[in-house]
């Protein structure tokens, strides 16, 4: 069996628009992913050699094959693996700033198109190998590079018709003032000038979960930054985050990651499959 690997080509490419965090290749795949896993960050994963599965935690599966491409969301649990050990190799990209957050607030990184396949595989990787990882350019046009490439993936996946049911007109706020400790979603539905129950129900449709869930999984997100680069005890951070107290955040926490506080920091930094856990320069 050929041995697994992945290579990074570039990390940390920052711009005002946004960063390109760190970009790679995973060969020979071992699917140990765990079930499910959460990023802090969006990623792009394109199939390039090989067959597996998708899912989420929404119920969304779907079969995956070469051409094939993966768009994580950083609030969403996901999970994916080739059918076999080493069964598929994969090019990726893990991305955040200002201008992603934009294209996510226009509805165009949504739970709706989390998956998706390339038109043309082989022209899209020369490319992408051109104007980025073999590319001398700044950051700044990289940045411009992989949105055109991003764009060319999600082709045919979206409804470029952006506005319907008000959601770019009110979305990424609502995001924004969820994502706050504290956040109550009839409070926020009010300072939108919105009817709780049709901002509930849009805010579903766009977000793929509730206003309360979201907000919790933003809340958990912030929990495991602290866990990584602080020393706070798991109360001092359910104080800091507005847990009612430690045992609600440590049984809020294990259901949205699968893992305590205590054993999320203890196993911090271990290799996960798929996405290399990210490292710094």
Not at 94 to 118: C, I, K, Q, Y
Not at 204 to 222: D, E, F, T
């Amino acid at each position: 069996m050929a041995q697994h690997s992945w290579k990074v080509w570039q990390q940390q490419l920052r711009s005002p628009l946004g960063n390109l965090v760190e970009i790679g290749e995973v060969r020979h795949s071992r699917s140990g992913m765990p079930r499910y896993r959460y990023l802090e960050r969006y990623a792009l994963v394109v199939i390039t050699r090989g067959e597996g599965t998708y899912e989420d935690e929404r119920g969304f599966s779907r079969s995956l094959c070469v051409g094939d491409w993966i768009l994580v969301l950083p609030e969403l649990g996901h999970s994916y693996k080739p059918w076999e050990v080493g069964g598929w190799d994969e090019i990726y990209v893990m991305f955040d700033g200002p201008v992603f957050d934009a294209w996510r607030a226009n509805g165009l990184l949504a739970p709706e198109h989390v998956t998706g396949s390339l038109s043309n595989l082989e022209q899209w990787v020369a490319d992408f190998h051109r104007g980025i990882v073999e590319s001398s350019a700044s950051n700044l046009e990289k940045i411009c590079v992989f949105q055109s490439l991003l764009a060319r993936a999600l082709d045919g996946t979206i409804d470029l018709a952006i506005g319907k049911d008000g959601g770019p007109s009110w979305f990424g706020d609502a995001c924004r003032m969820l994502g706050q400790p504290g956040a109550d979603g009839r409070e926020v539905a009010a300072a939108l000038g919105l009817n709780y129950e049709t901002f509930r129900r849009n805010f579903q449709k766009h977000a793929g979960q509730s206003p309360h869930r979201y907000h919790l999984r933003q809340l958990v997100n912030s929990a495991a930054r602290m866990l990584d680069t602080t020393d706070l005890k798991a109360a001092e951070i359910a104080r800091t985050l507005g847990f009612c107290d430690e045992a609600y955040f440590s049984r809020t926490f294990k259901k949205l990651t699968g893992r305590s506080p205590r054993t999320y920091r203890q196993t911090r930094g271990g290799p996960q499959e798929g996405l290399p856990p990210l490292r710094t320069t």
